[in-house]
């Protein structure tokens, strides 16, 4: 195949839009990308908002872009040719970024999904975690607001802990007032969130034991890019004398957007091949 | 013409409202008029219509009341539908119909049929009991006098005599009826974008509350509109709905299922309209023999029928491979008997023939579609992006 063709992947996830603009060939290239905060906005809007800002900064129009696909929570994007499962993108998005991935942990806003992969980006297995907001993205970002942090950098507070304080496991509520009560007993910032980064890591290598993983472990999601989230994965890894090696990439909160314009290349490909079928067959 | 939006407004109204203000409204304007509800799944409605009455079907209360009293009258394990349907006539939303007729289905609807005769429900109440022996001269025979009773029961309400004359001119009307049912399906299966799923349902369960004639005219307007390049195609799978024939799914199921990547492009969930296949012969003199000839041998498959010399496993498979369905999703009530005991049966026969298939259970007034939408989601992405790449190969 040498000609290339453009392709959009729009992942709606909890907090915010992912968009990504692909040129689809043999050798599929990212060409530009945009995340946006959804602030308690209409998501559906801000989908669109995100499609024609990418549309525009790169001169193109929505006819020439052969296949938009939405994901996560996109089914709501009105301008789309199809939509393909978090799951199913994540997987592919991580694929993307590391062929050899044999494990991908989508560490999203509401959940967290550990997915175990064929060589193609084909999703073979998988385990989520419950409906407790406890293990979630969205959980750090609560209690880094309630600490007064940006959630950009509680990363890197977390990594000037030197005596972590772990919070309840076992529910987001109880753990917020253990917060609260870790805030009154004069407990540092750093040591506060590191703790809920191991509570957190603890219940993403849990979800990896069970699903039997194998290395390389590919975090996707937003919360991949945190640092101090990256390092209390592999310190509880430590502590539970597992071995598996934890890659991220810089573009991994993109995983899901990248995933579902791959996806959408190929879907394209595929439906013109079935037409030229049935032409032929008429 | 009204305009399709127009229609479907209209018919979303009609087909939820559980006061049944049209068939009241309707049956008001001539007092020889009467109203007979019947359940799920069929019922030849041409017996009432010819009678000078409506047949209104009663599909139960779904997600739009809550039940209060309804629970008190069943175990937790039977399932939703008749809780609804009790909690509808104590409320007093079944007070203007004057007969009721319970189709053979399974026990529970027996049980229902009692507890209407017990609480005085109706000036009649009828468990009709279908044949499973498709012999003119033994399940026919036995249909024939079944029919009868009804016949007899509504002339003992309003007087009026059955002629052949209307009961063929009713078969002409319900025989259009299916027939421009059967032509919307036709249309969706190769542009189901063009009237959506949900659309689909209020159009047809609105029908089970209208005359037939009003139905038409709706059908054939609807007809029209969907013959036009209206709609805009998604990539999504063609899937066949099989198992929601009683209790009805809630109408964000029907959504979850097409927002979740499928296009529904046969179901059963308003089956009793569909039952008949291909005309009913409405040129007879004697007509009641029609409509038991038509149920012998022109009927559906469903899992409240026992047809051994027509197996439904494989008249699923030919509406698959008709439909050119890429899956079937079985979508059953919760503790559905009929329904979840044929699904092992039917799913081998998937199995056998390579069709892919999903498979949940529902309440009417299930409200968290979440999992579902995974499921759906999942199995639509399994068809459309791993179809031609085995397991073995990945």
Known sequence: ?282 | MKSLEEILEYTSQLAFDLEFRHARDWKAEDPTRVLIGYLPIYFPREIVHAMNGLAVGIMGAGDRIQIIKGDAYYQSYICHMPRGIIELALNGNLDNFDGFIFPSICDVIRNLSGMFQILGKGKFVKYLDYPQNFLSHVGGEFYRAELMHVIQEIEKLNGVKLSPEKLNQSIRLYNRNRKLIEEIYTIRQDYPWRLSAVDLYHLLRAGLTLPVEMHNELLETVLIHIQEDIGEEMDKIKVVVSGAFCEQPPVGLIKTIEIAGCYIVDDDFMLGSRWIEGDVDDTSDDPVGALVDAYLSQSTFSSAVYDIENPKSQRLLELVRRRKADGIIFAAPSFCDPALLDRPTLQNACEEAGIRYISFQYHENTGQFKVIQEQVGAFSDSIKLWEDMPLEAS
């Open chain 1, 1 to 282: 195949m040498k000609e290339t063709f453009f392709t959009m992947g729009v992942d709606v996830g909890g907090s915010s839009v992912k968009a990504v603009l692909m040129e689809y060939g043999d050798t599929p290239r990212v060409v530009d990308k945009h995340t946006e905060k959804i602030r308690k906005r209409n998501p559906a809007v801000v989908a669109d908002e995100s499609i024609d800002y990418l549309l525009e900064r790169n001169q193109l129009r929505y006819e020439e872009i052969l296949y938009l696909a939405s994901t996560g929570e996109g089914e709501m994007v009105q301008r789309k040719r199809g939509h393909f499962y978090s799951m199913t993108t994540h997987a592919k998005g991580a694929h993307f970024f590391f062929p050899d991935a044999r494990t991908v942990v989508d560490i999203g806003a509401f959940h967290v999904k550990a997915m175990m992969l064929g060589p193609q980006g084909r999703v073979m297995n998988y385990k989520m975690t419950g409906q407790c907001a406890s293990g979630s993205g969205q959980f750090v970002e609560n209690i880094s607001r309630y600490l007064g942090l940006a959630i950009d950098e509680v990363g890197q507070i977390s990594l000037q802990a030197d005596k972590p304080e772990r919070p309840s496991g076992i529910c987001a509520v109880l753990a917020e007032t253990d917060v609260i009560n870790m805030v009154s007993r004069g407990i540092s910032a750093p040591n506060i969130i590191k703790g809920i980064h191991l509570s957190v890591a603890g219940r993403i290598v849990r979800l990896l034991t069970s699903l039997k993983a194998e290395s390389p472990v590919i975090l996707t999601g937003g919360m991949a890019l945190n640092v101090g989230m990256v390092e209390a994965i592999q310190e509880v890894l430590k502590e539970s004398k597992y071995d598996f090696e934890i890659r991220t990439h810089p573009d991994a909160i993109y995983a899901g957007a990248i995933g579902a314009a791959l996806w959408g290349g190929y879907r394209h490909l595929k439906l013109l091949q079935k037409e030229s079928l049935q032409n032929q067959t008429h």
